[in-house]
């Protein structure tokens, strides 16, 4: 009997690798880290491998690391995998190299996604295979989630038996995120296809003392190219075994596969070449051509290498005249993409030879596609064929995109399509917090289990943290379902947020006489009339069948909160008819009970509350015949918005980031700055409302607001004489700014209604102390004025930075922060750091970031949140990779030093046109304050205008170096993924240096960006991804590390807990003229705390003592003070209070209660030694002043 | 000599009970506790609210930000199940049961009808002896009647004796108009004890932060006024066994209470004070002062002074009021 089961690809490959294998090296990485995911959890639940043990699963510090315990384990006998992407199976190269040019048999499982160029994608294409297919590693392409189950056994079994390493790649998300009906391997199915006698031998070449060998060596001219070139024949016999290990495979599952899978007409004349998911859509497209009288043929390629000349040739129709082959990467300055080359190669080969059934060259053309996971549809592979049929196609063209400047891309009908009537298709627009994705997850089991009915979705999320849009793609027929392309043409379409329905066109895949749903307080009277004009129209013209639910009231009155996913589950059952409505609901239930179960009963009885719910509240409306709606769809970005922001960004924005051209975009990846404020994306509920009256201006909610959207000015009474009606201000109170009025305004259309300004204002009204100087008042009635005060507040004068006491928070936060309105998580913990940082020095910065959350918020289009002040001025971003950022900066660094010396140089040789008094001046300053700085810029001004016109090549070259003698401020940032692992090589050299950089570590104590994965920064006792038991040991003490090299000025700081004390930390690692590193403790929304109260959180850390705040300066070592200042007291509060207060630890009392027991008492013991330790240095008398290390 | 009581219908060596609270959280305490001559011991009260929010504490964490950015559609490892705090407490159930041989009651904290009869049941599949029901509750509705209140605090009984064998006390509070009515009441609906009374953690507010705070106050010997007053009026007059609570720190606050009718005494801020083995001196004490007043058994004195038995019945009603501040005036 076949055992179906719905799962993503993600999960179809780990079930086949984790049976059999027993070591798996791993390190997270977008797409892949599901993969390694899996294979920890069932690893933590003791699920068994095909022989009965549970094999080990150990995360490390990079790819690279988890490449070379992947080879070590292989050496030494085990069966070993490992998971991976991108710029992971780049790091991983190396070690490839050593694998196969030892033989060893394994496989690495990849995601196939974008390479990091003029920018990072985390999405699919195959430029990261194609990068690594020189290692010598066999690379199986597969092209479907049962493909990619399959592949993952055929691969295992072929490579024990060829020695070849294998590389098995399926498209990133298209694939490995794609859910879908397949058929589940069974554990005798893999039994039947892995022959112990090959396993037996893998062991037999192990590494053993007993029977030792030397590997790894060095060879010299006389000897390696020969040594090399004795592994050649394994090489010739591996297509041989991989298509044995695939017949045999059909003999055990029924599935038969081809190296070379033809499909088409036998005597076409025309035919595709593809590999990856695109093989699905093109043999969707090629059938639904040839029904309609077309002759073609498609070839798809599973193993690309070795690549098998003559079973390619063999596998064409004889007939052929002409082949279009498609990759989906770019080699740009190369004779072709890979694949062609490899055809064209192939072809030529054996035609000089002859003696195959193909007499003649067939026209070749080659063609990219797809990139980053652009979506491929059948429109785009009827082009192809188009142009393969045109009387001089194009060559090197692209297709999927308008190629405006150098003219090679492919024109498509995008009305052409393939769908089938047999197929349903639904989309669905959600909120990520509204759990929508899990719900239409749930759906697709429910059908692909309890119907016979294939199924398949797709998610599509987009690129803000905080109030992300996700559109949910679903498809369901009797018939596997080949479409890896997204659903244009949906019979059914659920809009699940009605402030979607402002700003977006949600009929535009919708087909005529589809079902519309939508989620709205108006009922089925008042419904019609709240819709935009467009809105309308569009559904008289498609004759939608529109029904209406008010699911936020019901999810409210079953306690379901904002989560509506079970409430609109239920509508899409009972309007699809895909089940009787009996029948889904029973499965509805049941699926809860399986799904939330653990959780415990009251969820359970609250999702089954709101089904039961649900059906009464669910209203068809009735459809006028005519469009009345006054109310026209929202612009994607404010009017005022220059050109650029309106017709790239806000199109990118607005969803219509398909449709723009090449010459839409600058050719080396740059992006204007300060474009946020354009968003307006309006996603509090709730916004914070000042009250002038009880405010005592100590400016905590400016300095927490992770989105930047309250802020403090402090102007003459004169300015606000035009301010609007609802405008507030009062007298300011700090001495420094008598006579002056005070100003906090809130960016209502930006806030994200976090509430942690709320939480921490220290200041309670006197007649009613439930009421803060800051409190949550809804946003809709508020929008209009608060945008015309922000309008007005923005256009007061800023505050001359010269007369900022900077190390006085209340005073401090009156500088404009140059980091606004980003894309993090509402609450974040990080941001604020970063906002600090750029109200601090943004308007000189030069900042370096890790890939991770800060390079998301930062700079994922389409906006980024770094701005620019009056002048023009604020930081200069740029992203090198994870691995890297301490040595990309430090490269700012050396660069911005040579030019500032070249042009101290230049300024002395033109001291005679200068005037020496401006040279001395210039070289001289010491630029330690904002006063400092000021005069700089000042004497900068004057030395260009005297540089200007004078007719010199130093002259010229000094202006465009003057700028350095300003002092830039060097930032190296990112979290502690990158800090305390992956780059913490790179960050070590860095700190050794003694240059003048500043290191910011936003430690969220987790890898967050991809999810939760342990680093070595987790405490102990905390659960996360590969420490679902409670990480066993302690946290790294970076800090101390880095003190121990006695010139860097390290700073652990916590905003939550000592506000003033971060400020400080900032000014002085700034001022330090080595190197910096400042710890930020950041709360997350990985640690399972309510991101309200994240500022809390942090102050629990420090009242406890997990969390130190203190500061090492070696500017006191060498005036002879201790430089070690511990600035946090003594704990008051047990460590267990602060553990349970957070789910990331307390979670583990639920589940291994046990652990948690020894895990929180060895976490008090761990905070008693380090508070003994570093109360011992920071009290200790140094002997000599000096910059020696510490211990 | 003879300190054995009968408590909801268990016979028990001792009045000397450690009632529900933290010092009973941990198995070695309750070792502790057996050793040092405890009668029973009372495991701390699961909470209503307990049972329903960690199960949603914990869905809203592992859900909150899941699947809105592609690479991080989870936070969490996909733990298998979850031990919420009720499987906590019935396995400690279990393990009180297995380790002592003094009864175990179990003990429950809420105010509403619903949802947790089924959780009683439970408790007495795990083994407990007893149940004590907290029903701890605030009418601050307006609209509430005295009888709104007394009658979902007889609801709630009727639906756990419906649910279970095993006997069940009732902790209350003394804020009733009639409190003997009440009693009479509960009896009537089947509680097999009261537990008088419940010591609600009062508010405070907190000057600095401008905050309401609850903080757990120890109990004074002045606590125990109450109680013994409540014991004496109902001993002999209902079915129910009769507990004490509030204000029991020594020797003499046991045995007063033993004679104002209580057939045990509830022990716990003198506990936290001074630990478990401080029952074992308790019982010295009593020991003591029943020889030397040549008591044999505390089945002799129990009740000797209730209302019933005492020879001024009026001393535990409103005349002794009336004679307290006409005293306080002659001082």
Same mark, same amino acid.
């Not at chain 1, 309890?450 to 803000?464: H, L, P």
């Given at each position: 009997?076949?055992?179906?089961?719905?799962?993503?690809?993600?999960?179809?490959?780990?079930?086949?690798?984790?049976?059999? *294998?027993?070591?798996?090296?791993?390190?997270?990485?977008?797409?892949?880290?599901?993969?390694?995911?899996?294979?920890?959890?069932?690893?933590?639940?003791?699920?068994?491998?095909?022989?009965?043990?549970?094999?080990?699963?150990?995360?490390?510090?990079?790819?690279?690391?988890?490449?070379?315990?992947?080879?070590?384990?292989?050496?030494?006998?085990?069966?070993?995998?490992?998971?991976?992407?991108?710029?992971?199976?780049?790091?991983?190269?190396?070690?490839?190299?050593?694998?196969?040019?030892?033989?060893?048999?394994?496989?690495?499982?990849?995601?196939?996604?974008?390479?990091?160029?003029?920018?990072?994608?985390?999405?699919?294409?195959?430029?990261?295979?194609?990068?690594?297919?020189?290692?010598?590693?066999?690379?199986?392409?597969?092209?479907?989630?049962?493909?990619?189950?399959?592949?993952?056994?055929?691969?295992?079994?072929?490579?024990?038996?060829?020695?070849?390493?294998?590389?098995?790649?399926?498209?990133?998300?298209?694939?490995?995120?794609?859910?879908?009906?397949?058929?589940?391997?069974?554990?005798?199915?893999?039994?039947?296809?892995?022959?112990?006698?090959?396993?037996?031998?893998?062991?037999?070449?192990?590494?053993?003392?007993?029977?030792?060998?030397?590997?790894?060596?060095?060879?010299?001219?006389?000897?390696?190219?020969?040594?090399?070139?004795?592994?050649?024949?394994?090489?010739?016999?591996?297509?041989?075994?991989?298509?044995?290990?695939?017949?045999?495979?059909?003999?055990?599952?029924?599935?038969?596969?081809?190296?070379?899978?033809?499909?088409?007409?036998?005597?076409?004349?025309?035919?595709?070449?593809?590999?990856?998911?695109?093989?699905?859509?093109?043999?969707?497209?090629?059938?639904?051509?040839?029904?309609?009288?077309?002759?073609?043929?498609?070839?798809?390629?599973?193993?690309?290498?070795?690549?098998?000349?003559?079973?390619?040739?063999?596998?064409?129709?004889?007939?052929?005249?002409?082949?279009?082959?498609?990759?989906?990467?770019?080699?740009?300055?190369?004779?072709?993409?890979?694949?062609?080359?490899?055809?064209?190669?192939?072809?030529?080969?054996?035609?000089?030879?002859?003696?195959?059934?193909?007499?003649?060259?067939?026209?070749?053309?080659?063609?990219?596609?797809?990139?980053?996971?652009?979506?491929?549809?059948?429109?785009?592979?009827?082009?192809?064929?188009?142009? @393969?049929?045109?009387?001089?196609?194009?060559?090197?063209?692209?297709?999927?995109?308008?190629?405006?400047?150098?003219?090679?891309?492919?024109?498509?009908?995008?009305?052409?399509?393939?769908?089938?009537?047999?197929?349903?298709?639904?989309?669905?627009?959600?909120?990520?917090?509204?759990?929508?994705?899990?719900?239409?997850?749930?759906?697709?089991?429910?059908?692909?289990?309890?119907?016979?009915?294939?199924?398949?979705?797709?998610?599509?999320? =987009?690129?803000?943290?905080?109030?992300?849009?996700?559109?949910?793609?679903?498809?369901?027929?009797?018939?596997?379902?080949?479409?890896?392309?997204?659903?244009?043409?949906?019979?059914? /379409?659920?809009?699940?947020? #009605?402030?979607?329905?402002?700003?977006?066109?949600?009929?535009?895949?919708?087909?005529?006489?589809?079902?519309?749903?939508?989620?709205?307080?108006?009922?089925?009277?008042?419904?019609?009339?709240?819709?935009?004009?467009?809105?309308?129209?569009?559904?008289?013209?498609?004759?939608?069948?529109?029904?209406?639910?008010?699911?936020?009231?019901?999810?409210?009155?079953?306690?379901?909160?904002?989560?509506? *996913?079970?409430?609109?589950?239920?509508?899409?059952?009972?309007?699809?008819?895909?089940?009787?409505?009996?029948?889904?609901?029973?499965?509805?239930?049941?699926?809860?009970?399986?799904?939330?179960?653990?959780?415990?009963?009251?969820?359970?009885?609250?999702?089954?509350?709101?089904?039961?719910?649900?059906? $009464?509240?669910?209203?068809?409306?009735?459809?006028?015949?005519?469009?009345?709606?006054?109310?026209?769809?929202? #612009?994607?970005?404010?009017?005022?918005?220059?050109?650029?922001?309106?017709?790239?960004?806000?199109?990118?924005?607005?969803?219509?980031?398909?449709?723009?051209?090449?010459?839409?975009?600058?050719?080396?990846?740059?992006?204007?700055?300060?474009?946020?404020?354009?968003?307006?994306?309006?996603?509090?509920?709730?916004?914070?409302?000042?009250?002038?009256?009880?405010?005592?201006?100590?400016?905590?909610?400016?300095?927490?607001?992770?989105?930047?959207?309250?802020?403090?000015?402090?102007? &003459?009474?004169?300015?606000?004489?035009?301010?609007?009606?609802?405008?507030?201000?009062?007298?300011?109170?700090?001495?420094?700014?008598?006579?002056?009025?005070?100003?906090?305004?809130?960016?209502?259309?930006?806030?994200?209604?976090?509430?942690?300004?709320?939480?921490?204002?220290?200041?309670?009204?006197?007649?009613?102390?439930?009421?803060?100087?800051?409190?949550?008042?809804?946003?809709?009635?508020?929008?209009?004025?608060?945008?015309?005060?922000?309008?007005?507040?923005?256009?007061? #004068?800023?505050?001359?930075?010269?007369?900022?006491?900077?190390?006085?928070?209340?005073?401090?936060?009156?500088?404009?922060?140059?980091?606004?309105?980003?894309?993090?998580?509402?609450?974040?913990?990080?941001? #604020?750091?970063?906002?600090?940082?750029?109200?601090?020095?943004?308007?000189?910065?030069?900042?370096?970031?890790?890939?991770?959350?800060?390079?998301?918020?930062?700079?994922?289009?389409?906006?980024?949140?770094?701005?620019?002040?009056?002048?023009?001025?604020?930081?200069?971003?740029?992203?090198?990779?994870?691995?890297?950022?301490?040595?990309?900066?430090?490269?700012?660094?050396?660069?911005?030093?040579?030019?500032?010396?070249?042009?101290?140089?230049?300024?002395?040789?033109?001291?005679?046109?200068?005037?020496?008094?401006?040279?001395?001046?210039? @070289?001289?300053?010491?630029?330690?304050?904002?006063?400092?700085?000021? =005069?700089?810029?000042?004497?900068?001004?004057?030395?260009?205008?005297?540089?200007?016109?004078?007719?010199?090549? =130093?002259?010229?070259?000094?202006?465009?170096?003057?700028?350095?003698?300003?002092?830039?401020?060097?930032?190296?940032?990112?979290?502690?993924?990158? $800090?305390?692992?992956?780059?913490?090589?790179?960050?070590?050299?860095?700190?050794?240096?003694?240059?003048?950089?500043?290191?910011?570590?936003? =430690?969220?104590?987790?890898?967050?960006?991809?999810?939760?994965?342990?680093?070595?920064?987790?405490?102990?006792?905390?659960?996360?991804?590969?420490?679902?038991?409670?990480?066993?040991?302690?946290?790294?003490?970076?800090?101390?590390?880095?003190?121990?090299?006695?010139?860097?000025?390290?700073?652990?700081?916590?905003?939550?807990?000592?506000?003033?004390?971060?400020?400080?930390?900032?000014?002085?690692?700034?001022?330090?003229?080595?190197?910096?590193?400042?710890?930020?403790?950041?709360?997350?929304?990985?640690?399972?705390?309510?991101?309200?109260?994240?500022?809390?959180?942090?102050?629990?850390?420090?009242?406890?003592?997990?969390?130190?705040?203190?500061?090492?300066?070696?500017?006191?070592?060498?005036?002879?003070?201790?430089?070690?200042?511990?600035?946090?007291?003594?704990?008051?509060?047990?460590?267990?209070?602060? @553990?349970?207060?957070?789910?990331?630890?307390?979670?583990?009392?639920?589940?291994?209660?046990?652990?948690?027991?020894?895990?929180?008492?060895?976490?008090?013991?761990?905070?008693?030694?380090?508070?003994?330790?570093?109360?011992?240095?920071?009290?200790?008398?140094?002997?000599?002043?000096?910059?020696?290390?510490?211990? | 000599?003879?300190?054995?009581?009968?408590?909801?219908?268990?016979?028990?060596?001792?009045?000397?009970?450690?009632?529900?609270?933290?010092?009973?959280?941990?198995?070695?305490?309750?070792?502790?506790?057996?050793?040092?001559?405890?009668?029973?011991?009372?495991?701390?009260?699961?909470?209503?609210?307990?049972?329903?929010? &960690?199960?949603?504490?914990?869905?809203?964490?592992?859900?909150?930000?899941?699947?809105?950015?592609?690479?991080?559609?989870?936070?969490?490892?996909?733990?298998?199940?979850?031990?919420?705090?009720?499987?906590?407490?019935?396995?400690?159930?279990?393990?009180?049961?297995?380790?002592?041989?003094?009864?175990?009651?179990?003990?429950?904290?809420?105010?509403?009808?619903?949802?947790?009869?089924?959780?009683?049941?439970?408790?007495?599949?795990?083994?407990?002896?007893?149940?004590?029901?907290?029903?701890?509750?605030?009418?601050?509705?307006?609209?509430?009647?005295?009888?709104?209140?007394?009658?979902?605090?007889?609801?709630?009984?009727?639906?756990?004796?419906?649910?279970?064998?095993?006997?069940?006390?009732?902790?209350?509070?003394?804020?009733?108009?009639?409190?003997?009515?009440?009693?009479?009441?509960?009896?009537?609906?089947?509680?097999?004890?009261?537990?008088?009374?419940?010591?609600?953690?009062?508010?405070?507010?907190?000057?600095?932060?401008?905050?309401?705070?609850?903080?757990?106050?120890?109990?004074?010997?002045?606590?125990?006024?109450?109680?013994?007053?409540?014991?004496?009026?109902?001993?002999?007059?209902?079915?129910?066994?009769? $507990?004490?609570?509030?204000? /029991?720190?020594?020797?003499?606050?046991?045995?007063?209470?033993?004679?104002?009718?209580?057939?045990?005494?509830?022990?716990?801020?003198?506990?936290?004070?001074?630990?478990?083995?401080?029952?074992?001196?308790?019982?010295?004490?009593?020991?003591?002062?029943?020889?030397?007043?040549?008591?044999?058994?505390?089945?002799?004195?129990?009740?000797?002074?209730?209302?019933?038995?005492?020879?001024?019945?009026?001393?535990?009603?409103?005349?002794?009021?009336?004679?307290?501040?006409?005293?306080?005036?002659?001082?």
């Amino acid at each position: 009997m076949k055992n179906f089961t719905t799962i993503d690809g993600n999960e179809a490959v780990a079930h086949v690798a984790y049976r059999c *294998n027993e070591v798996m090296g791993i390190y997270p990485i977008t797409p892949s880290s599901g993969m390694g995911e899996w294979c920890d959890q069932w690893a933590s639940e003791g699920v068994k491998n095909l022989w009965g043990t549970v094999p080990s699963v150990i995360e490390m510090q990079s790819e690279a690391g988890a490449a070379a315990v992947v080879h070590g384990s292989l050496q030494t006998g085990s069966l070993t995998c490992t998971f991976t992407a991108s710029q992971g199976l780049l790091l991983k190269i190396p070690n490839m190299f050593k694998i196969a040019g030892e033989l060893t048999p394994t496989v690495f499982h990849i995601t196939a996604r974008a390479i990091a160029t003029h920018a990072l994608s985390i999405f699919g294409d195959h430029s990261d295979v194609m990068a690594a297919r020189a290692t010598g590693f066999a690379m199986l392409s597969s092209a479907s989630v049962q493909e990619a189950q399959d592949f993952a056994l055929i691969a295992q079994a072929a490579t024990l038996e060829a020695r070849v390493p294998f590389l098995h790649f399926f498209d990133g998300f298209r694939t490995s995120h794609e859910v879908s009906k397949i058929e589940l391997l069974s554990e005798d199915q893999m039994r039947a296809m892995i022959d112990e006698k090959l396993v037996m031998a893998h062991r037999t070449r192990a590494m053993s003392p007993d029977r030792p060998v030397l590997r790894g060596t060095a060879q010299n001219p006389d000897v390696f190219f020969q040594a090399r070139e004795a592994a050649n024949s394994f090489y010739v016999a591996c297509p041989g075994i991989v298509q044995n290990a695939m017949d045999k495979f059909a003999a055990v599952t029924g599935r038969p596969y081809q190296l070379f899978q033809y499909s088409g007409v036998p005597d076409a004349e025309h035919v595709l070449i593809i590999m990856g998911s695109g093989g699905e859509t093109a043999r969707e497209t090629v059938d639904h051509l040839n029904e309609r009288g077309a002759r073609l043929g498609l070839l798809q390629v599973r193993l690309y290498r070795p690549f098998d000349v003559q079973r390619f040739v063999q596998s064409l129709p004889p007939t052929v005249k002409a082949l279009a082959v498609l990759d989906r990467t770019k080699e740009p300055g190369a004779s072709g993409e890979p694949l062609y080359q490899d055809v064209v190669t192939a072809l030529a080969e054996v035609l000089a030879n002859g003696g195959s059934a193909l007499k003649t060259m067939p026209r070749v053309v080659g063609g990219r596609y797809g990139l980053s996971s652009k979506d491929f549809t059948p429109a785009m592979i009827k082009a192809v064929f188009d142009n @393969l049929a045109a009387a001089r196609p194009k060559n090197h063209f692209t297709v999927g995109i308008t190629d405006d400047v150098t003219n090679l891309s492919l024109a498509y009908d995008p009305e052409f399509s393939t769908e089938s009537d047999k197929v349903i298709r639904a989309l669905f627009y959600g909120l990520g917090s509204d759990g929508t994705v899990g719900a239409n997850k749930n759906s697709i089991k429910i059908i692909g289990e309890e119907t016979d009915n294939y199924a398949q979705g797709y998610f599509v999320y =987009d690129s803000k943290k905080s109030g992300s849009m996700t559109v949910s793609h679903l498809r369901f027929g009797p018939m596997p379902i080949r479409s890896s392309y997204l659903v244009s043409r949906a019979n059914f /379409i659920a809009c699940h947020q #009605p402030v979607f329905l402002e700003r977006y066109d949600m009929l535009k895949d919708l087909i005529a006489g589809g079902t519309l749903l939508l989620n709205s307080p108006f009922g089925p009277d008042r419904i019609w009339a709240s819709l935009p004009r467009a809105t309308q129209e569009a559904i008289i013209k498609k004759q939608a069948k529109l029904f209406v639910i008010d699911a936020t009231k019901v999810a409210h009155q079953t306690g379901m909160g904002g989560r509506i *996913n079970t409430i609109m589950q239920v509508c899409f059952f009972a309007l699809s008819g895909v089940l009787p409505r009996e029948e889904a609901i029973a499965a509805i239930k049941y699926s809860i009970k399986k799904t939330y179960g653990k959780k415990g009963e009251e969820v359970v009885q609250k999702n089954i509350a709101a089904v039961d719910q649900t059906l $009464a509240n669910l209203f068809p409306v009735k459809v006028p015949d005519r469009a009345t709606a006054t109310i026209e769809l929202l #612009p994607p970005v404010t009017p005022n918005a220059p050109k650029y922001v309106r017709d790239v960004l806000g199109r990118i924005f607005g969803g219509e980031g398909e449709s723009l051209p090449v010459s839409a975009f600058a050719p080396d990846g740059t992006f204007p700055t300060a474009t946020a404020q354009y968003e307006k994306r309006n996603l509090a509920l709730e916004i914070p409302v000042w009250d002038e009256k009880t405010c005592i201006q100590c400016a905590k909610c400016v300095a927490v607001c992770p989105h930047a959207t309250i802020r403090l000015k402090v102007v &003459e009474s004169s300015a606000l004489e035009m301010a609007p009606a609802a405008f507030k201000f009062c007298d300011a109170r700090l001495p420094e700014w008598k006579g002056l009025k005070f100003s906090l305004q809130v960016a209502a259309e930006d806030c994200t209604g976090c509430g942690i300004c709320v939480d921490v204002c220290p200041a309670r009204n006197k007649t009613e102390a439930k009421l803060k100087a800051i409190n949550m008042r809804p946003q809709a009635p508020l929008r209009d004025q608060e945008r015309t005060n922000w309008d007005f507040f923005l256009g007061l #004068p800023e505050v001359d930075r010269r007369k900022v006491k900077v190390t006085q928070l209340r005073q401090q936060q009156v500088m404009r922060p140059l980091f606004e309105f980003s894309g993090a998580c509402a609450g974040c913990g990080e941001t #604020p750091y970063l906002k600090l940082l750029t109200q601090l020095f943004g308007d000189r910065a030069v900042m370096a970031n890790a890939t991770g959350c800060s390079s998301i918020y930062g700079g994922n289009l389409p906006t980024t949140p770094y701005a620019q002040d009056a002048n023009g001025r604020g930081p200069t971003w740029n992203n090198s990779l994870f691995e890297d950022c301490a040595e990309f900066g430090l490269g700012f660094r050396v660069s911005i030093d040579k030019q500032r010396e070249f042009a101290g140089e230049l300024l002395q040789r033109l001291a005679g046109t200068v005037g020496d008094d401006l040279v001395t001046a210039i @070289l001289s300053a010491k630029q330690r304050d904002e006063a400092d700085i000021y =005069d700089q810029r000042e004497r900068v001004a004057a030395l260009k205008q005297k540089l200007v016109g004078v007719d010199s090549a =130093d002259a010229r070259m000094l202006l465009a170096l003057a700028d350095n003698f300003v002092k830039r401020s060097v930032w190296l940032i990112g979290g502690d993924g990158w $800090a305390y692992d992956i780059g913490y090589g790179g960050l070590d050299h860095v700190l050794a240096s003694g240059r003048d950089v500043n290191i910011l570590v936003l =430690d969220t104590e987790v890898y967050s960006n991809t999810g939760g994965q342990m680093s070595k920064s987790t405490p102990r006792g905390a659960v996360a991804k590969f420490a679902a038991s409670g990480k066993p040991l302690g946290k790294k003490d970076l800090g101390l590390i880095a003190m121990s090299y006695g010139n860097v000025y390290v700073a652990s700081v916590a905003m939550g807990a000592k506000d003033e004390h971060t400020l400080k930390a900032f000014v002085e690692a700034e001022a330090h003229s080595g190197p910096s590193i400042i710890i930020a403790y950041s709360h997350c929304i990985a640690h399972g705390i309510n991101m309200t109260y994240g500022m809390r959180e942090q102050k629990a850390a420090v009242d406890c003592g997990q969390w130190l705040l203190y500061r090492y300066d070696p500017e006191r070592a060498a005036r002879g003070e201790n430089p070690l200042q511990l600035d946090s007291p003594a704990a008051k509060a047990k460590v267990q209070d602060y @553990l349970l207060s957070e789910n990331r630890f307390k979670m583990l009392t639920k589940s291994k209660p046990e652990a948690a027991k020894r895990l929180f008492e060895q976490a008090q013991n761990d905070v008693n030694a380090r508070w003994q330790l570093y109360s011992y240095l920071a009290a200790r008398k140094p002997e000599v002043p000096s910059t020696v290390p510490i211990a | 000599m003879d300190l054995s009581t009968t408590y909801l219908g268990l016979k028990l060596r001792s009045p000397l009970v450690p009632s529900a609270s933290p010092m009973t959280r941990e198995l070695a305490d309750l070792k502790r506790a057996e050793d040092a001559g405890a009668g029973a011991v009372v495991l701390p009260s699961v909470f209503e609210e307990q049972l329903r929010r &960690e199960s949603a504490e914990l869905d809203l964490a592992l859900t909150q930000g899941t699947e809105s950015f592609a690479e991080a559609l989870s936070y969490f490892p996909q733990l298998g199940e979850f031990r919420l705090g009720p499987e906590d407490y019935l396995e400690y159930i279990v393990k009180a049961k297995a380790g002592l041989k003094i009864p175990v009651i179990a003990s429950l904290n809420g105010t509403s009808a619903g949802g947790w009869t089924d959780y009683a049941k439970k408790i007495q599949q795990a083994g407990a002896d007893a149940l004590e029901l907290n029903i701890y509750y605030i009418p601050t509705d307006s609209h509430l009647t005295a009888l709104d209140v007394e009658n979902t605090y007889l609801d709630i009984l009727k639906a756990v004796k419906g649910a279970v064998n095993i006997p069940v006390a009732v902790k209350l509070s003394p804020f009733f108009s009639s409190m003997a009515n009440m009693a009479h009441k509960l009896d009537m609906a089947g509680a097999d004890a009261l537990v008088l009374f419940n010591r609600f953690y009062q508010p405070d507010i907190d000057l600095e932060t401008l905050e309401v705070e609850s903080s757990l106050l120890l109990s004074t010997p002045q606590a125990r006024r109450l109680p013994l007053r409540w014991v004496a009026i109902l001993h002999g007059r209902i079915h129910a066994s009769l $507990a004490a609570t509030s204000g /029991i720190h020594t020797a003499q606050d046991v045995l007063k209470i033993l004679m104002a009718g209580a057939d045990v005494t509830m022990l716990c801020s003198v506990l936290f004070r001074k630990g478990m083995p401080h029952i074992a001196a308790l019982e010295q004490e009593m020991r003591q002062w029943m020889t030397e007043h040549e008591y044999e058994s505390v089945a002799q004195l129990k009740g000797s002074l209730s209302q019933k038995n005492c020879p001024d019945p009026s001393a535990f009603e409103r005349a002794q009021y009336m004679r307290v501040i006409s005293t306080y005036k002659a001082v």
